[in-house]
């Protein structure tokens, strides 16, 4: 089955620098790559996805970006805000499941 | 409108005991996922169920099982709890399936077994 594996596992930026978390998985023929943010108490929410057809998604501050060659993709935080102090989650989707990796604490600090 | 709703939000069992716990999916949601979070250990797919059918299953022992009703409200349920047991279980729906979009997840419930 699948498996992700995601790194760091904590990540510590000054406000304004970026941030980038990495995720590789095991299946290659998964074709969906979303990332959740889960602030401390609240449930996890999607803020970006990509899927296999493209190689990269941005949204204002955050991009993905995938190589299926290689099978990572990676979160990219610009300018980080202490808002943005979270828990990442990436995960792709196998065989009709959506497997999570084990998650990056990002701490911004001002 | 509303949000996916999960019950009871806290709960206290000790070893050996059972329990059950509530999700209602977001209206028109027809997929209800189940989690189990932990820390350092991620999100962990327990199943998840599409139209009253259990459509894909994640790698937990047979004490923990689900099932969902015809207007896609969804429960589950662990028997003989274990000290290991006490997590953050998180259900989360969508329109038609965990892997095809976004999902959106309720506020969980917090389970501690002592």
């Known amino acids: 089955g699948e498996n992700v594996e995601q790194h760091p596992s904590t990540l510590s930026v000054q406000e304004g620098d970026s941030a980038v978390i990495k995720c590789t998985y095991s299946?290659?023929?998964?074709?969906?790559f979303p990332w959740y943010k889960q602030e401390l108490g609240k449930r996890p929410q999607l803020i970006i996805d990509i899927r296999s057809n493209v190689g990269e998604k941005k949204d204002q501050r955050i991009a993905v970006t995938l190589n299926k060659t290689a099978k990572h993709f990676s979160l990219h935080i610009t300018e980080t805000q202490p808002e943005d102090s979270a828990v990442y989650f990436c995960a792709a989707s196998g065989f009709q499941k959506l497997v999570f990796g084990t998650g990056t604490r990002l701490l911004v600090s001002p | 409108k509303a949000g996916v709703t999960q019950t009871p939000r806290y709960l206290i069992k000790t070893r050996g005991q059972q329990v059950t716990l509530s999700c209602s999916p977001i209206?028109?949601?027809?997929?209800v996922s189940w989690y189990q979070q932990t820390p350092g250990q991620g999100l962990q797919f327990l199943f998840e169920?599409?139209?009253?059918?259990?459509?894909n299953k994640g790698n937990f022992p047979g004490r923990f099982s689900g099932r969902q009703f015809s207007n896609s409200r969804s429960e589950m349920n662990v028997s003989t709890l274990e000290l290991g047991d006490s997590a953050l279980y998180l259900c989360a729906s969508s329109w038609a399936g965990e892997n095809t979009g976004e999902l959106f997840f309720g506020e969980g419930s917090r389970l501690t077994v002592l």
């Open positions: 169920y599409f139209s009253e059918t259990q459509r």
């Open positions: 299946d290659s023929a998964s074709n969906y």
């Open positions: 209206s028109g949601h027809r997929s």
